[in-house]
């Protein structure tokens, strides 16, 4: 079984793609950890984001691996835990601009799918899954939320982080991030045709978690481990 998130940034897809993975027993791949991975090699390397030719070259040699359970995946470039290092906002911001490279998603898909195909099935969230990386999944979603919604999640999850920011800066970065990945020539943000949409900006964790369960019981896979 393959179920595809897609959204924007901060609209609650991975921590409800990881709630989604345990109670179903499946694999979780946080593919937008893998862009941010290669935007971190970059950086790491003194690289220009804008050097495409170099950032092609450092993605189709990075080695990316996913480790843990969906609650507690651990993120390794190159052998390295980098779980923590990926999350920060310098590294989301290069991820978004590594992200419009074609060669470099090409790449990722093409890693994502041979992942996804491991196992009994596996939740994947990003911006694409649906569109490109897995058209023919099983079940797929659309998370939106308001703009200053997510912003307000990502501002606080930054707080907790010990990370120094502002509510006005976070938001300046949500609407530059949705500005990139909509208009990108490769793989836009879109919603897919069969997509359901479940907008979060009222909905608490729990709330969109119990919606989004409840779709997938309703899309006859009652029989899956993990349902019943």
């Not at 949705?178 to 897919?192: F, G, H, I, M």
């Amino acid at each position: 079984m393959i179920i595809a998130i897609d959204g924007p940034s901060g609209a609650g897809k991975s921590t409800l793609g990881k709630m989604l993975a345990k109670e179903l027993n499946l694999l979780y791949l946080d593919t937008g950890a893998m862009y941010r991975a290669v935007a971190l090699a970059v950086l790491d390397k003194g690289v220009e984001i804008e050097n495409r030719e170099q950032v092609i070259i450092i993605a189709a040699a990075a080695e990316i691996e996913l480790s843990g359970e969906p609650d507690s995946l651990h993120i390794f470039l190159n052998g390295n835990d980098v779980s923590g290092r990926i999350r920060t906002n310098q590294v989301g911001q290069a991820a978004s601009i590594v992200s419009t490279i074609s060669e470099v998603r090409k790449i990722l898909v093409s890693r994502q799918q041979e992942l996804g195909k491991r196992g009994n099935g596996c939740v994947l969230d990003g911006r694409d899954i649906g569109t490109v990386v897995f058209p023919n999944a099983d079940v797929k979603f659309f998370l939106t939320a308001s703009a200053e919604a997510r912003a307000r999640r990502r501002f606080a999850e930054d707080r907790q982080r010990g990370i120094a920011t502002t509510y006005e800066t976070t938001l300046a970065e949500i609407n530059l991030r949705d500005e990139r990945d909509r208009t990108r020539a490769d793989s836009p943000l879109a919603v897919a045709d069969d997509a359901i949409v479940v907008d979060t900006s009222n909905l608490d964790t729990a709330e969109a978690f119990a919606e989004m369960l409840n779709i997938i019981k309703e899309k006859s896979l009652s029989a899956t481990p993990g349902l019943t």
